[in-house]
């Protein structure tokens, strides 16, 4: 999204824009980097909200900084919904029909996610507690990888972040 971004910012302010991408740790990586930067406004950091509100309290020992204290929010720049998705290979069709596999199944179905702590893991903790259900809830190190292996039929189902076609 920053990427699309950059050139409009650029122009704007008639200064030249680099981007470096540092996943991982949830956020927690790139956002350090940015809270380890000189305060001089030359640096600025687009994270999840979780690094700001999840990761505090799920991996706080993990985190070389304090989001409180090192982070200054500036804005909201996007709210992107997640979505359940489905192998091809796995016939789950609806959620109706993942709860009744997972009713009928309990432990055998799988969900991958984006890794522990993620917004994306959180998602599929919530909905296999609101469905009433025991599915396996898969960490992988960021989305890619549980897309991949989605697509590849690996695993039935993973938590995706949905972006329309036209973004």
């Known amino acids: 999204m920053i990427r699309a971004l950059q050139p409009l910012v650029a122009e704007d302010l008639h200064q030249p824009i680099v981007i470096e991408n540092k996943a991982g740790a949830g956020g927690n990586i790139g956002m350090a980097a940015v809270a380890q930067a000189a305060p001089d406004g030359y640096t600025l950091g687009v994270a999840p909200a979780g690094v700001l509100t999840v990761n505090p309290h799920l991996n706080r020992a993990a985190m070389s900084f304090d989001p409180l204290m090192d982070i200054v929010p500036i804005t909201q720049l996007a709210r992107i919904p997640f979505v359940l998705v489905a192998s091809r290979d ?66 039935p189902l993973a938590f995706w972040t949905f972006r329309h076609p036209s973004n």
């Open 90 to 155: 796995s016939k789950l069709a609806s959620v109706d029909d993942v709860i009744a596999a997972a009713k009928a199944h309990p432990g055998e179905l799988s969900i991958g996610h984006g890794g522990n702590g993620t917004a994306m893991h959180l998602t599929s903790a919530l909905f296999t507690q609101k469905a009433g259900v025991n599915i396996q809830l898969i960490a992988y190190r960021g989305t890619a990888p549980a897309a991949t292996d989605v697509l590849a039929g690996h695993i």
